[in-house]
């Protein structure tokens, strides 16, 4: 077992020297993996060591692993790792991240997600179809008449009414109609319907979205981290 072992700052700074970490000598100090006359920033470090630690793990996409990075680095910069070597604690680094990132990249790409905030259910109806009228109508009409027309020139004929008269024309008749009409009338209909709204109280709702809140980086941190530096009780 080691007598002493390092802190993640210590491994950053080492893996971020100009020179090839690999080949670097301890100084008159003793010092191998940090060298105080190289002038960066802890922030310049951080970013530099990105693409070393990072080295064949899949992130949902360039900003989550540019979050990641960071937050956990800044976190766990003091913290002593859990190994007795730093090319051990790498890979197991890295195993933890391949195994966890298949859970957190679908929940990093849900936060992205536009939601209704105040709205319990929502329904989108398709509904198309023909819709056949069938109408009939029918009608009878029947009509009778008469009429007479009188020509009086010489009283010859005699009338009805004791009058006489020269001609007379007498019309009977009988008028009988028999109508019958019919048709199908065919539509085809196709519309949308949408439905949405909330059957509770708003504030209700409200409070139920912030519940659902989780910061998946952060967990993330917390459960790459776990297994890799040292815990004290």
């Known amino acids: 077992m080691s007598k002493y072992t390092i802190t993640l700052r210590e491994i950053i700074y080492h893996y971020t020297q100009d020179k090839n970490p690999y080949n670097i000598q301890p100084d008159a100090n003793g010092h191998r993996f940090m060298r105080d006359y190289d002038i960066m920033s802890v922030g310049e470090r951080i970013k530099k060591a990105q693409e070393i630690f990072l080295s064949g793990v899949t992130f949902a996409d360039s900003g989550m692993a540019d979050e990641f990075w960071e937050n956990f680095a800044v976190k766990n910069l003091m913290r002593e790792i859990e190994f007795e070597t730093v090319e051990y604690f790498m890979l197991r680094f890295r195993a933890q991240l391949n195994l966890l990132l298949p859970k957190y990249n679908p929940l990093y790409e849900s936060t992205k997600l536009e939601i209704e905030k105040l709205k319990s259910f929502g329904k989108k109806t398709h509904r198309e179809g023909k819709d056949d009228t069938e109408t009939n109508t029918h009608s009878d009409t029947n009509s009778t008449g008469s009429s007479r027309s009188v020509f009086e020139d010489t009283p010859e004929n005699r009338l009805g009414n004791a009058d006489y008269a020269t001609n007379i024309t007498t019309n009977n008749g009988q008028d009988n109609t028999n109508v ?13 319907v949408t439905e949405d709204g909330y059957n509770m109280p708003q504030a209700q709702l409200l409070q139920a ?12 941190i917390d459960d790459v981290s776990r297994p890799l530096f040292c815990k004290i009780y």
């Open 180 to 192: 019958t009409a019919g048709g199908t009338d065919n539509k085809v209909y196709s519309e949308d």
């Open 209 to 220: 979205y912030r519940e659902t809140l989780i910061t998946v980086i952060n967990d993330l």
